[in-house]
């Protein structure tokens, strides 16, 4: 399928004035979900593990070592969901990857070379966006199909029920990559700030001009987990830690964050230490894009399996949104807290539409040997 210029958030609004679902809770499905991937069963060329002698480091990115690990949560992850599980052995190949997020200045660099425009910059397009919706369903107004995206409304208070997130988000008309909570906004000054507001699509588009990639699901644990392969968290397994290592919710989510981490809301990248192989943010900030279409099955479906390079499933399956297709995001945002979501673990997983965008998710980019070879 194409990807469209309509607004999920707005399609999710129309349906059904936002389900009530969780973060805590996920009903398992035994439906089968189809793998692109090989076995270990199937002839494999040797694992690339060392950085070619030939290749030079891309500035701004790390060499991952080639790896065989364990991907999914560990047994002792009390927080994890079943679609996290259940843990699988994997094996990679070796890549680069950026150390940080890609920033304002790097995609701003890309949009003035290229004149490219951001999905949530596009007119919202009815035709398109009703093909994701029940038949019937009524067009809403034109003063409500504007350009626009989904920010955190920074004047939540007194919520206790966390089943429905539309109290805390907002569909703002203009938010996009340059204004990220309006049009009374800007980035001017924040160079080093994640680029948010970005598609799917968006991605695409940055890493065509860039000569690069998104990561595979099993590529972006491998780095988050660096030298360090089994822990929960890319610093390991000590929760203590968190609010030195990442940039996260403190306190009453989502009224009121105590910003023990120094941080309100997203924050420049590279603010926090990085993990083993000098990688920041691998965990909250801001969630990252990746190539996987997103399956809570998925897992499951590689039970008995040694699965080399894989690429994630055939196609998207998720039953709390049957009709629109959505790829794995990872890593969590500045709004993860243990009371919702805690998707700063590494194996914490969710699924966004390919014309989503919001104030709490960007990307970060690889470069495989074939890339750079060429």
Known sequence: MPFNRYRTFLA?????????ISCKEEKQNSANTKTTSNTTKQKQ?????????????????VWVSGIRFTQGATADDDLALPREKPAHPV????????????????????????GYVTVAERPVDWEEMKKDLPPGTPKPADSILQ???????????GITDLRNYAQWWEWKTEANWKHPQGPDTSIEGKDDYPVVHITYEDALAYCEWANRKLPTEAQWEAAAHGKMHGGIYTWGDDESELTK??????????????????FSYVAPVASFDPNSL?????????????????????????????????KGPAQSYNPENPYQQEKVIKGGSFL?????????????????????????????????????TK
């Open 12 to 20: 999710v609004l129309i349906w059904s004035m936002l389900a009530c």
């Open 245 to 262: 290592k990442a940039n996260t919710w403190q306190g009453d989510f989502p009224n009121k964050n105590l910003k023990e981490d120094g």
């Open 91 to 114: 094996e990679v190949d070796g890549f680069f990857i950026d150390k940080t997020e890609v920033t304002n200045a790097q995609f701003e660099a890309f949009v003035d070379e290229t």
């Open 45 to 61: 060329l040797e694992l690339l593990v060392e950085q070619p002698d030939t290749i030079k480091t891309p500035e701004g990115m």
């Open 278 to 310: 000098g990688i920041y943010d691998m965990a909250g900030n801001v969630w990252e894009l990746t190539q996987d279409w997103f399956s809570i099955n998925y897992y499951e479906s590689l039970a008995g399996n040694v699965v080399r390079n894989p």
């Open 147 to 157: 350009p626009g995206s989904l920010i955190f409304n920074r004047k939540a208070e």
């Open 336 to 372: 993860c807290d243990e009371s919702y979501c805690a998707s700063y673990r590494i194996s914490a997983r969710m699924g966004q539409t390919l014309d989503s965008s919001s104030d709490h998710t960007g990307f970060r980019t690889i470069a495989t040997m074939d890339q750079l």
